[in-house]
């Protein structure tokens, strides 16, 4: 945008200035639109300078096409409805309010607990695995054949340099997949660099690379690293591969991109919702461990048995609840 265009359109009385030539009417082409562009171009530069760099991190890796799907979710069939309790943190992590939680999580030297920290800190393995078993779905459900490895906690280095998933589309050769979910606005992440949520795909991208490529190749396969961001963001080689499903379809069987993209979008948010949940019953219940232990006022002294029963007590009940849903999960 040029001068005097830009003045024009940022200042009234220069826009009455500008606008008001009628000997110029083809200036007012698209007005609208050019007004709207105008205001985000000057308008959301000064709203980042107000707002906290994690902020800022938040709104840069939110602003993508598939972190809208979730929304634009609800009309559909009964698969995609989230639970209250999905939604709840959906709408939470997107505008970055706190659930109500602990202040310290329960890992590492209890670091401070943050929604950013909630959706990497726990059960990340549980979120791919439902991811993964999404693709094998739609493969399935298109005729092309896969072959999986499926993840399990206590894994050996060496079964973890295996690919998630190969498919076999039958026309060209076998694809190998990786899964990968990463948070963009990780604090770790953004220490190094105030800007580095907008390189954390690529980045990981290359790790992926460098782990399974050479591999692939040796035996003629291609390879694909399926990075999703915590945020919602899909990188291209996932509407890559979705569209190679896609080309797949025969007659009347068979699921558009977009279906496929929305159905993604939501096993993604569900997944995070589990590793949030997860993440906070645990601080939850180290908080309680430590509050327990602290010495009690002479008052109730004489009770310290009685006490103590109490402690166990709590404690037995948030692991009873942990079990619990570790079951229904
Ligand atoms: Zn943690």
Known sequence: ??????????????????????????????????????????????????????????????????????????????????????????????TGQRLDMPDRCS?????????????????????????????????????????????????????????????????????????TVINPCAPFRLKHHRNAHKWATTTKKREKERKYLAKAQEKGDSFKPLVFETHGKMDKEIYNLLEMLATRTTFDRGLAVTDMKLDLAVTLARGNALAARTTIARAQRARDSTRAVHPLPAASSSSSTKSKSRFFNRRTKANKQQQRQQQQQ
């Open 1 to 94: 945008m040029d001068w005097p265009e830009k003045k024009a359109l940022t200042n009234l009385s220069s826009f009455y200035l500008y606008f008001a030539d009628v000997d110029q009417t083809k200036r007012s082409d698209r007005l609208q639109a050019r007004l709207a562009a105008a205001y985000r171009s000057v308008q959301i530069p000064e709203l980042k300078k107000r707002l906290s760099p994690g902020t800022v991190a938040r709104m840069e890796s939110r602003a993508s096409r598939a972190t809208t799907l979730l929304w634009k979710a609800y009309p559909l069939t009964q698969e995609f409805a989230l639970t209250d309790e999905e939604v709840r943190f959906s709408v939470a992590y997107a």
């Open 107 to 179: 890992c590492a030297r209890g670091i401070e607990l943050t929604m950013e920290h909630t959706v990497y800190c726990a059960e990340k393995l549980t979120r791919h695995n439902m991811i993964q078993d999404r693709f094998v779905a739609f493969a399935r459900f298109h005729g092309v054949h896969t072959r999986q490895n499926v993840r399990l906690p206590n894994q050996d280095a060496d079964a973890r340099l295996e690919p998630d998933v190969i498919f076999y589309p039958g026309t060209f050769g076998p694809v190998q997949t990786d899964i």
